[in-house]
């Protein structure tokens, strides 16, 4: 075990590396200079100079990487200068709404889409499960901010029945507070769930031992909660890791539709009002975690695996 | 059982090229065949509403009678009826005319995503996977790096460091999107580099260029044209989701994502503004998703005759 975590975390070395790389040239990709377009077009050269002295532009290229890289390991990822504080600082503050709303989205998703899948999986052709395929085809072309926005106009303006925006505190303020969040995330990620969870459902059900436990005269209920759904589980946990990077990027317009307070929320206003070195810092925080979580998942299936240690 | 095994007199067996030349796939016959049943059904229900969103797009002007961008504070934010069927804005604009305008740039801005993409990552993927070696290694690393951020967020990131519009967001999704038709080209050359009609080529003397483009595209050419045809979905959504949070599409041309961030505030009393062009992208992706599974079964049935 041990000896697969070191080998696949020196795969993922050279990808950690190449996330430095790309967020650090992203401010390289402004147009014109940086730190004109941070102090204006009547900026005097002091002012300039010291701006540039400041982003560490001033210094030659290879210069400025090391400077941004050996700042990584002590958590240093930059200075916002519109929000006066540094990106760590914002990350420790407002990542953790983002990974509670990433979560909570994936915990509704499985609760809806679990039997969703069971009954579509269990009735296979029938006109339920033409329906389910129906209303998928659907849900895969819901835009997330629109249907969002819906949820709060109907929902939370006309009916009053949740709060039209922010994150609330507390877990149950959070819970209140996220729950169309949530929902919406929930929404643009249920149809591949589901889709793929069926496919993987139907492939248990033609197994022999579920014709075994059938022979056996188990009844139906035993059968799909011990015998199907358990099996069903390690692919259901594999889709959702490799879902995770999308439901991370769709978390950040639902925090924008709903204005959570969240590292998604935070990268949107840093790109519309330019703030470069918070663009940068968040991107490459983004780019961590994904790289994490696909090592957990990775992890998790070689444990799960009855074979062992497969590479 | 051969005609020998049943004791009659063996047929001449008839004249068949040597083997090693058939090259299989993209071939009439092999896409003839029809879909049927209720695959036929959802194919054709996707062409129709396709075809619908194209001839508005086309006929924009035809169909409506207002002006997408004329202001008629007179006429502000009335709820839909039979003057404007989608009702106005809170600029008096009429919102089935701004609907059926914007049909052009979204469907525009998602093949030429998908199409960009398509080529460069082919072309790129063909390239790795013929190579191999240390090229093939560098550009598996950086599809690597680029599968390593969320797509929205590097795009977005991209975007907005070049400055919002159309044109950062052509390069953004550009820069990135490519990657998944790289991995998957590649993986599809590799498979066929060593058949039979590969090498056969390659033993005929023909350049490079010939055996690349004549024998080799056209079969691995099928799997990353069904994945473009169901990721013109995700392309009319990126674009949308982008113009929506105000990096894409600038004001005053009507584009779908960005008319429902323009509606947002009035979404509590008059839900028209935001609802109907949202609607009109659900109806398109329904039917890039329903025209994109029926290609996608008709190229299961097409490799496996």
């Known amino acids: 075990m041990r000896r697969l975590i070191l080998r696949r975390a020196a795969q993922a070395l050279p990808v950690l590396l190449g996330i430095t790389v790309v967020t650090f040239s992203m401010v390289h990709l402004v147009p014109g200079d940086p730190a004109r377009a941070l102090a204006g077009q009547r900026a005097t050269p002091q002012i300039l100079a010291s701006i540039r002295h400041q982003l560490g532009i001033d210094k030659p290229l290879l210069a400025q990487y090391w400077h941004f890289i050996s700042g990584l390991p002590r958590g240093k990822l930059g200075y916002s200068f519109l929000l006066h504080q540094t990106t760590d600082a914002l990350v420790l503050a407002r990542l953790p709404t983002t990974l509670f709303l990433v979560s909570y989205g994936v915990l509704i998703a499985i609760v809806l889409g679990v039997p969703l899948a069971l009954v579509s999986a269990v009735r296979k052709?029938?006109?339920?499960?033409?329906?389910?395929?129906?209303?998928?085809?659907?849900?895969?072309?819901?835009?997330?901010?629109?249907?969002?926005?819906?949820?709060?106009?109907?929902?939370?303006?006309?009916?009053?029945?949740?709060?039209?925006?922010?994150?609330?505190?507390?877990?149950?303020?959070?819970l209140w507070h996220l729950f169309l969040p949530a929902l919406t995330l929930a929404l643009s990620f249920l149809a591949v769930l589901v889709r793929n969870l069926r496919a993987s459902l139907i492939e248990v059900m033609d197994t022999d031992f579920v014709s075994l436990a059938v022979l056996k005269g188990i009844s139906r209920s035993r059968l799909y909660t011990r015998h199907v759904l358990r099996n069903a589980l390690i692919p259901a946990v594999t889709i959702i890791g490799l879902n995770l990077s999308y439901l991370l990027g769709a978390s950040v317009v639902v925090e924008s539709v709903f204005s959570v307070d969240g590292v998604g929320n935070t990268l949107v206003n840093a790109v519309l009002s330019r703030d470069y070195q918070l663009v940068q810092g968040l991107a490459l925080v983004f780019g961590v975690l994904v790289l994490l979580i696909t090592l957990t998942v990775d992890i998790i299936q070689a444990a799960l695996s009855p074979r062992g240690e497969v590479a | 059982?051969?005609?020998?095994?049943?004791?009659?007199?063996?047929?001449?067996?008839?004249?068949?090229?040597?083997?090693?030349?058939?090259?299989?796939?993209?071939?009439?016959?092999?896409?003839?065949?029809?879909?049927?049943?209720?695959?036929?059904?959802?194919?054709?229900?996707?062409?129709?509403?396709f075809g619908i969103v194209l001839l508005s797009a086309?006929?924009?002007?035809?169909?409506?009678?207002?002006?997408?961008?004329?202001?008629?504070?007179?006429?502000?934010?009335?709820?839909?009826?039979?003057?404007?069927?989608?009702?106005?804005?809170q600029f008096g604009r009429d919102i089935f005319a701004r609907t059926v305008y914007a049909a052009r740039i979204d469907l525009i801005i998602a093949f030429s995503l998908v199409s960009t993409a398509f080529v460069i990552g082919t072309a790129l993927g063909v390239v790795a996977g013929w190579a191999g070696g240390v090229l093939d290694s560098i550009l598996m690393r950086i599809v690597d790096v680029a599968l390593a951020f969320p797509f929205l967020v590097l795009v977005i990131s991209i975007v907005g460091l070049r400055g919002p519009g159309l044109f950062s967001l052509y390069v953004a999704v550009s820069v990135v999107s490519w990657v998944f038709y790289a991995r998957l080209v590649r993986s599809e050359v590799r498979q066929l580099r060593h058949a039979e009609y590969m090498l056969a080529a390659k033993a005929s003397d023909y350049s490079t260029l010939r055996v690349l483009g004549r024998h080799l595209l056209p079969n691995v050419i099928i799997q990353?044209?069904?994945?473009?045809?169901?990721?013109?979905?995700?392309?009319?959504?990126?674009?949308?989701?982008?113009?929506?949070?105000?990096?894409?599409?600038?004001?005053?041309?009507?584009?779908?994502?960005?008319?429902?961030?323009?509606?947002?505030?009035?979404?509590?009393?008059?839900?028209?503004?935001?609802?109907?062009?949202?609607?009109?992208?659900?109806?398109?992706?329904?039917?890039?998703?329903?025209?994109?599974?029926?290609?996608?079964?008709?190229?299961?049935?097409?490799?496996?005759?």
């Open chain 1, 125 to 174: 052709e029938s006109l339920i499960d033409h329906g389910v395929k129906g209303t998928l085809v659907v849900g895969l072309g819901l835009p997330s901010f629109w249907i969002g926005l819906l949820l709060v106009g109907f929902l939370a303006l006309r009916l009053g029945w949740f709060p039209a925006g922010g994150a609330g505190s507390g877990l149950i303020g959070h």
């Open chain 2, 1 to 49: 059982m051969t005609a020998a095994h049943r004791g009659l007199p063996a047929q001449p067996r008839p004249p068949q090229g040597p083997r090693i030349l058939r090259r299989p796939v993209l071939r009439a016959s092999a896409v003839v065949p029809f879909l049927r049943g209720r695959e036929r059904t959802s194919m054709m229900i996707g062409l129709a509403l």
């Open chain 2, 224 to 305: 990353p044209l069904v994945y473009a045809s169901s990721d013109l979905v995700y392309a009319l959504l990126l674009g949308a989701s982008v113009s929506y949070l105000g990096l894409g599409v600038q004001p005053p041309t009507p584009e779908w994502g960005q008319m429902v961030q323009d509606g947002s505030t009035f979404i509590g009393a008059q839900w028209w503004l935001s609802f109907f062009p949202g609607a009109a992208i659900v109806v398109t992706a329904v039917a890039f998703s329903l025209i994109g599974d029926g290609l996608a079964a008709l190229a299961r049935e097409g490799s496996a005759r």
């Open chain 2, 58 to 89: 086309v006929f924009a002007p035809l169909i409506s009678t207002y002006s997408p961008t004329a202001l008629n504070p007179v006429a502000a934010l009335q709820a839909p009826g039979a003057a404007h069927f989608f009702g106005t804005d």
